[in-house]
């Protein structure tokens, strides 16, 4: 059974950095494609980015492209989202997931978010 | 802006069903697998189908997929109290290189 444990968000300036950590048990992490997925309060989820198991390709939402670097490290089965040049907009709870065993992306484990908070 | 337009709300009453409908276009959902997700009020969301119309295991049947052309629907038979929530279609947008989600969908039960 796949677990995963997010950590590092926060209360943060405008302008501001922060880097999320994901920590994954029960399978073998390389061997998958991670997400981050965030929600700002009332409103609905939003894809940020994702991260092949190899780390061979990443994708990125927009309006975060050049802000934000997803990566991963094998080794210590974790993910990890640095986020750069914070906005007011980037408040959100940001979770991680894992693509399930689906022909197309799906997210078959979450983890339990961890909110970040962007403000003066 | 989500590009998968979904009803923002429905309702029936126990017992009942619902379905939700799941907008796109040729570039998201008319060429790729949508997956269905529910949510919970401080909650992470949760897989209820993938493919299009699979069951993770432990998906009660009452929860079924389909799509056609450019419009996925789920639908759930039985309505139970417990299937109050907010439901979000998802899929990959290949014009985007994005995945995008749903609108979202809150399922009230009367």
Redesign the interface.
Known sequence: EGQLVESGGGLVQPGGSLRLSCAASGFTFSGYWM?W?RQAPGK????VA?IKGDGSAK????SVKGRFTVSGDNAKSSLYLQMNSLRVEDTAVY?CARD?????????Y????TLVTVSS | QSVLTQPPSVSAAPGQKVTISCSGSSSNVGNNYVSWYQQHPGTAAKLLIYDNNRRPSGIPDRFSGSKSGTSATLDITGLQTGDEADYYCGTWDSSLSAFVFGTGTKVTVL
């Open positions: 997400y997925v609905g989820l939003e894809w994702c994708y990125y939402l927009d979770y399930g065993v689906g022909a197309g992306p799906d997210f078959d979450w983890g339990q978010g």
